[in-house]
């Protein structure tokens, strides 16, 4: 079996960890989770330099932030499917006392999270300090971040985003999930942003542009070409392409399912989309 075929083979049972934990609990946002999964795959799978086992320092490897927090489906798929913690606790999602809140927390200890998020514009920051305290300890590892664009028009990301190119913050991958969609609509719709590579460049950030954001060989090519751009005076910024709900024909093409779980006759059609490939929890 190719590297390819096993990462589109964990990509898909990652959409069926989204699709089952959220219908269990009637609530999740599995829109933005589904359009950021292959990315997510193929860093945690191939592109991060990561440490087996878990330390919240992160010395010595590469780090990642998830600052849209509400797609902690996702994100916990991965995670629980990359070794962080067992597979079977994801289906304590969104349950009281457990360690997979609707938004990622610290509190719980769960490993794979070292902030936690949700509260929207406030990732950019923190990925900047790790960044920062990178360079500060001698260590060349870099810091990846994910943002959605509808984050964006959080005021917050840009002062963020000007302190980073100011101070050549270098070593910092930041990836903006571009579908041009937020819980009320199309983003030109709820707060248009015009062109935001236009606007990365103009703070001075090395910008590119990932076309095919659900596509595993794109994103590896794309993430690979940004890597090669770190160390030379400017962080990076990837414009990630992606459909939210990607994967499941009645989810793509709408902001509908940003926040809202599918029925029992729904996770049948959508399951049925994607057969298991790794085995359910």
Known sequence: MSNTQQLQDF????????????????????????????FLTVL?????DRKPGFDMDGIGEDLFFLSNGHISPVF???????????VAELATFRKLNTRLQGHPT????LPGVRIASGSLGQGMSVAIGAAQAKKLNGDTHLIYSLHGD????????????????????????????????????????????????AKFEAFDWDVLEIQ???????????????????GKG???CVLLHTEMGNGVDFMMHTHAWHGKAPNDEQLTNALEQNPATLGDY
């Open 234 to 236: 400017k962080p990076v």
């Open 44 to 48: 945690y799978q191939q592109l991060m």
């Open 150 to 197: 509808g984050e964006l028009q959080e005021g917050q990301n840009w002062e963020a985003i000007m302190y980073a190119s100011a101070k050549k913050v270098d070593n910092l991958i930041s990836t903006i999930d571009l579908n041009g969609k937020q819980i009320d609509g199309s983003t030109d719709e709820v707060l248009p942003m015009g062109s935001i590579r």
């Open 212 to 230: 095919k954001g659900n596509d595993v060989e794109a994103i590896i090519a794309g993430m690979n070409e940004a890597k090669s751009r770190t």
């Open 76 to 86: 916990y798929s991965v995670l629980a499917r990359s070794g962080y913690f067992p």
């Open 11 to 38: 990509s898909t049972q990652v959409r069926r960890d989204i699709l089952r934990m959220v219908h269990a609990v009637n609530s999740g946002h599995p829109g933005g989770s589904l359009g950021c999964t292959e």
């Open 106 to 109: 610290t509190h719980e200890g």
